[in-house]
């Protein structure tokens, strides 16, 4: 029941009723934070739809650079020789095909730089180039973070420019092998941080490089 207003000059006021107000505004108040922590909530599972949106398979290419660090580098040259040259710019373009979030085939093109090694009789040049061709396996643990793993072959030529100006090429086809991390940027590109390992005889070379991807 309600109490019976007050008239205070002109205007009659009139009491509220505080208890079923009171329940309005709680119930108001309790769907604002409802709404509230559901924004939050659903926030990051919207920008990860906008990501689980990215092309799932399909074609895509890259490049990127780092260095190239030699660990058995040797001279054509018997002896003991320093390699005072040990870690060199390098750079990398590759191509490939995902099936699924999960496995992808990439081949690729390999410049791993030039080295140097200190002889008796000067300065001897060795530079590596070549190519891949490698299976990847990925482990999505969100929609924008990754990990992978590559494993397959490469082919590299190794030509060594003696300090009498002799050039001796190698050509060899050897396994090779690697490991790295994969963060999408947006619905088409990402940004890759790799390492890899060449089993290249007397050039064992490591390839530590970032490199930028486009998906189609």
Sequence with gaps: MRAPGKRAGNFLVQPCEVRNGGHAMIRKGA???????????????????????????????????????????????PGPFVNFKR???????FIGYAFNRFFAIQGG????????????VGSEKIRNRGYDVNGLLSFP????????IEGGGSRFRTRTVTPVSTTLTYDGTHPDYGAGVQINLARHLALRGQW??????????????????FRF
């Design 141 to 148: 643990f969100t929609p924008v973070f990754s990990l992978f």
């Design 109 to 120: 093109y390999q410049n791993l730089g030039t080295d140097s090694i200190g002889t008796p």
């Design 31 to 77: 769907l604002v934070k409802t709404g509230i922590m559901a924004a939050f909530t659903l926030a990051p599972v919207v920008a990860s739809a906008h990501y689980w949106g990215a092309p799932q398979s399909g074609l895509y290419i890259g490049a990127g650079g780092g260095g190239a660090r030699n660990r058995n580098l040797s001279s054509s040259i």
């Design 87 to 93: 870690t060199q710019p390098a750079w990398k373009a």
């Design 196 to 213: 890899q390992q060449f089993l290249i005889p007397h050039n064992d070379t490591q390839f530590y490089s970032g490199s930028l991807l």
